[in-house]
């Protein structure tokens, strides 16, 4: 049963190749692309406005400096809940539910967001390790933490989606499983285990989008703090 129940989160293979490089160019479909028509279809311009307001939207608080980097979030956006909603449907993978997946998409873009602070501003960007008015035997200990807490940001950011992720998938194969054995059981029961199953359903959906959405935002904070 344990077997069974973690087999979903196992990468697919094909040919004994792992396609979890595959699964991550779906969202890839889902990108505009640039045309030389005066009108465009209706898929084409209601992606386009999307991606231009979740642009906004993100990029609301950054400087000018962090600006140039709305296409690349709004691309990360867009490919996380492209890949979290995918995985809810049957007979698919969820690359998001490995934490190798994440942690590669969390420690390059975080490092990255650091190596600009520390170019541009390094005298704020160190600043964070110690605030202001701190006394003067509590200024080792306080840099230490603090420096704990920015060398974890990456590692907080995978976990928290992988760990969402699995836990919806899981506790969606539970919940599945029993309701099914309670409708064999008691046919006339139908409806109360597949209300609990719809109801399920709209919650994970809401946590793919949630999660995807969280990913990105503190990506876009810690970009704030070093531009």
Request: aromatic share 6%; hydrophobic share 55%; net charge positive.
């Amino acid at each position: 049963m344990m077997t069974n129940l973690f087999n979903q989160f196992e990468t697919p293979q094909m040919f004994g190749m792992k396609m979890t490089l595959i699964t991550l160019l779906i969202s890839l479909t889902l990108t505009p692309q640039p045309t030389n028509r005066l009108n465009t279809n209706r898929t084409y311009t209601l992606t386009k406005w999307m991606l231009k307001e979740i642009a906004k939207h993100l990029m609301m608080p950054a400087s000018n400096n962090g600006l140039k980097w709305a296409p690349l979030l709004t691309s990360l956006l867009l490919m996380l809940l492209t890949l979290n909603i995918v995985g809810m449907f049957p007979y698919t993978f969820t690359p998001t539910t490995q934490l190798s997946v994440n942690m590669a998409l969390a420690l390059p873009l975080w490092l990255a967001t650091v190596l600009i602070g520390l170019r541009t501003q390094p005298t704020k960007s160190m600043a964070h390790l110690l605030p202001e008015g701190t006394p003067t035997l509590l200024i080792p200990a306080l840099i230490i933490i603090e420096s704990i807490s920015l060398l974890i940001r990456p590692i907080a950011l995978g976990v928290r989606l992988t760990a969402n992720l699995t836990a919806g998938h899981l506790l969606l194969q539970l919940i599945s499983t029993a309701a099914l054995t309670a409708i064999k059981m008691t046919p006339a029961l139908f409806l109360l285990p597949t209300l609990l199953l719809i109801l399920l359903m709209i919650l994970e959906f809401a946590v793919a989008v949630i999660q995807a959405y969280v990913f990105t935002l503190l990506m876009c904070l810690y970009l704030q703090e070093n531009t």
